[in-house]
């Protein structure tokens, strides 16, 4: 199977320029003045959908012949796709099961349900995409019905390419040059079609990758010279959350795509409240990857003209205590310890007297008394106001308790107690 060509996207944006939202690629000022950049947004967020992923299953749907559709389609996605194709089958009249893991966020399913209608069929099945996706391609061989790949199809890269046309046709009406393009990667089939048509019209654009460092599949993939499993998938960014990327998405990132960036999921979180509340940008943790980027290329895009695509929109809001708690942590702000606290009173007094900092304040203190012990572990979470306080702050910790555990440099111990 060949590569995506640009006539093909071309070709894909005569189908969907009436059924989808030309989105704005907007001047971002805040962005652009903390970075010294010329820094635009292309907002996919404001999708029909609230994602990009409208594009690609409507196209790749519409491109299935009547016999194809005739006992209906099946798919699998973390959210977005599944919302994309639950919208198309409700339009055309088209019943489709879709499959969701047992962990995909409530808010999703029910905008999947509330774009499905009676069209829609909902199934949760495996803890991951992964698990969930081998059980709809099962499904779909057994029922004859169509199956609708999340990335790795020539029809779904063509369809997520339409946002990159969209993005030339305002580049060139605002009359930049731009230098870069920043774009979140999953599977694999948004920077497919991104960069197959960034690279084919603007040569000298640098298309950069990004991936959560939970779910670096592409990176994986890059390393070992295919497509390959990660052993490990933290699934916080769960739209990104792939375990391993297509074979044809491979192909084109390796062609054209010219960096990948892994990023900490804290830094993730820090972008994702950082659009809210300067710029009232709702984004789900895979739409602000390619503004959480910014971060780590700073030096490089200093004087440059940038187009980040915040790729999504549907976030929990019941997920944001969440977000702030791995973005304090990623910060250095919000620390957990274990320290031995004498079983005797006025220890805890001691403690905040002698050790706890002007600035800082306990979040969590969790103690359960030891009989017949002298002292007794206390679990506790510190938030500091600056992280220059932190260093201070465990000093005192460690004249306190010299046997103290700081919990970020156990893994397997903050997973189990925090």
């Not at 690609?56 to 977005?80: F, M, W």
């Not at 088209?94 to 969701?100: A, L, S």
């Not at 005797?344 to 600035?359: D, S």
């Amino acid at each position: 199977m060949g590569l995506v060509t640009k006539e093909d996207i071309d070709q894909a944006l005569k189908v969907l320029e009436p059924v989808v939202t030309h989105t704005p690629l907007q001047y971002d000022r805040y962005l652009s003045e903390k970075y010294q950049a010329t820094v635009l947004l292309k907002r996919e967020d404001l999708q029909r959908v609230r994602s990009f992923k409208l594009r690609g299953a409507y196209y790749a749907i519409k491109q299935k012949s009547r016999e194809e559709l005739s006992h209906g389609v099946v798919c699998a996605s973390a959210g977005n796709h599944a919302q994309g194709v639950a919208y198309t089958c409700r339009e055309i009249k088209v019943h489709t099961v879709i499959f969701m893991p047992t962990t995909t966020p409530q808010q999703k399913i029910s905008q999947v349900t509330f774009f499905g209608g009676d069209y829609a069929e909902i199934r949760l099945v495996g803890d991951t995409f992964d698990a969930s996706c081998q059980s709809a391609k099962d499904y779909a061989a057994e029922n004859k019905m169509a199956f609708i790949d999340p990335f790795d199809d020539p029809d779904i890269i063509a369809g997520q390419g339409t946002l990159a046309a969209e993005m030339i046709q305002d580049i060139t009406a605002g009359g930049y040059d731009l230098d870069y393009v920043l774009c979140a990667i999953g599977g694999g089939g948004l920077i497919s079609g991104v960069s197959t048509y960034i690279k084919n019209t603007s040569a000298d654009t640098k298309v950069i990758g990004v991936e959560p460092a939970g779910a670096s599949s592409m990176k994986k993939a890059f390393d070992c010279g295919c497509p390959s499993p990660l052993a490990w998938l933290d699934k916080f960014v769960d739209g990104a959350a792939v375990r391993e990327v297509g074979q044809l998405t491979y192909e084109h990132a390796k062609e054209y795509v010219d960096a990948l960036i892994s990023l900490d999921e804290g830094q993730v979180c820090t972008a994702i409240l950082e659009l809210y509340s300067k710029q009232a940008i709702v984004a789900e943790p895979a739409g602000a990857l390619s503004v959480a980027a910014l971060e780590t290329m700073k030096d490089e895009v200093k004087g440059k003209t940038v187009a980040c695509v915040i790729s999504g929109g549907n976030n929990d809001i019941n997920r944001m205590a969440e977000i702030e708690e791995r973005s304090l942590i990623y910060q250095g702000l919000k620390n957990y310890y274990v320290v031995n606290f004498p079983q005797r009173p006025g220890a805890l007094k001691e403690f905040v007297n002698e050790v706890l900092g002007t600035n800082d304040d306990i979040t969590r203190f969790e103690y359960t008394k030891k009989i017949n012990r002298g002292t007794g572990p206390v679990i506790l979470g510190i938030q500091s106001k600056s992280k220059d306080d932190v260093p201070n702050l465990v000093r005192r910790i460690a004249a306190f308790d010299q046997c103290y555990i700081d919990l970020k440099e156990n893994q397997t111990l903050y997973s189990l107690l925090v």
